[in-house]
């Protein structure tokens, strides 16, 4: 198959001084810049379409810096409007936490309609940040995500109205007004890397991704999926498999390097070191710093290691030549159809996310689509 390429955006807040722990306080926010942030965003985003990306993917998260999409359907909605093609990929949103999965499904159904059958829905179970800020049970995450789950399916597959009266969630009439575009459903995907996660993925057959994993790492996961998929009676194709990693092109390889490393730093240690303070409310603690970081899955827990990640393939930054190189080096191991990229990141300014973006769609995009 030819490869398919997307675009992640976290949306990040980009104007941190220190590193974020959880729970962050909002004065940290400033509404004027983060009306900026969106702008430059959405101008990111009619970019990739310009430039020949396959999808647009988007995601939920809450009460942090890391992303500023507590609700990924409105940034849909905006982008049904400002693009014509490109894929929109929700990746995805959260169900266990949304008390009314009649109304994700409802608005799902309105994004399809209205983007003319270009939604991918992506359900996630959220990390543990997530539920402290809804005050939803941990333990209660997968069995709401996968009821919700089969709720929204129904509701947006079945023609006569229903009633649902499962654990969670209880209904006596069920039927949306619109329905998608897309028939059955638009695809859903479902990024996992736990085996309970896998599990779900691989029996109720759909795609999974892994991100922020080196090789061997996710060569496990899509083991582990590919095994549970066979237990489940059927077999993963490439098109099945997503590998998300950052990317950062530029004229030459120590150049990307200067233009990418400072801002992802500022990725690993400011804006995912929240896991550091949910592990404090959980009662946990970080294990002690080793000598070295020799694991680049570690690196959220201590520091940032350029060339450790770029050497565990967690990123890939060079130029045109090397970035080619080592997405097909990656993919094909991995037997990956999907590649993820996430081209803004961190604290990169707009103008440099904007020639990222089109140094890939000129440079390699071609190249990878070629096989």
Not at 93 to 113: I, T, W, Y
Not at 175 to 185: A, G, M, N
Not at 321 to 343: M, S
Request: hydrophobic share 40%; proline share 9%.
């Amino acid at each position: 198959m030819t490869m398919q390429v997307y675009a992640f955006d976290l949306m990040p807040w980009p104007h941190l001084a220190e590193a974020s722990y959880y729970p962050d306080s909002n004065r940290l926010y400033d509404p004027a810049l983060g009306r900026q942030v969106y702008d430059e965003h959405f101008r990111q985003m009619e970019l990739y379409e310009e430039c020949g990306y396959d999808a647009i993917c988007i995601n939920e998260h809450h009460a942090k810096p890391y992303g500023l999409m507590p609700s990924p359907n409105l940034i849909a909605a905006v982008l049904t409007q400002r693009t014509k093609k490109i894929k929109i990929g929700i990746f995805g949103n959260l169900p266990a936490l949304h008390a009314n999965p009649v109304r994700l499904a409802e608005e799902v159904a309105m994004l399809d309609v209205m983007s003319g059958g270009r939604i991918i829905s992506g359900f996630v179970r959220g990390v543990p940040q997530e539920f402290l800020a809804y005050s939803v049970p941990l333990a209660e995450a997968r069995p709401r995500m996968t009821e919700a789950w089969d709720l929204v399916v129904k509701a947006w597959t079945e023609r006569e109205p229903f009633a649902w009266h499962g654990k969670y969630f209880n209904f006596d009439r069920v039927s949306i007004w619109p329905r998608p575009l897309q028939v059955p459903h638009p695809p859903i995907i479902l990024p996992a890397d736990s085996d309970e996660g896998l599990e779900i993925a691989a029996s109720r057959r759909v795609p999974t991704g892994s991100a922020y994993r080196s090789v061997g790492r996710v060569r496990a996961v899509l083991d582990r999926y590919r095994a549970l998929a066979r237990k489940h009676g059927w077999t993963p194709g490439p098109e099945h498999c997503h590998l998300v990693r950052h990317v950062y092109v530029a004229e030459t390889n120590a150049r990307a390097r200067e233009e990418a490393e400072p801002h992802l730093d500022y990725f690993w240690q400011k804006l995912l070191s929240y896991h550091r303070g949910s592990l404090a409310l959980m009662g946990q603690s970080p294990p002690p710093r080793p000598a070295r970081v020799e694991k680049a899955e570690d690196v959220p827990l201590y520091e940032f290691d350029f060339d450790l990640c770029q050497k565990e393939g967690m990123s890939i930054v060079g130029d045109p030549d090397y970035v080619i190189r080592e997405i097909r080096a990656q993919t094909r191991e991995l037997g990956v159809g999907v590649f993820v990229g996430l081209f803004q990141f961190g604290s990169l300014p707009h103008p440099l996310a904007q020639k990222n973006i089109r140094l890939f769609g000129e440079k390699v995009l071609p190249a990878l689509k070629r096989g």
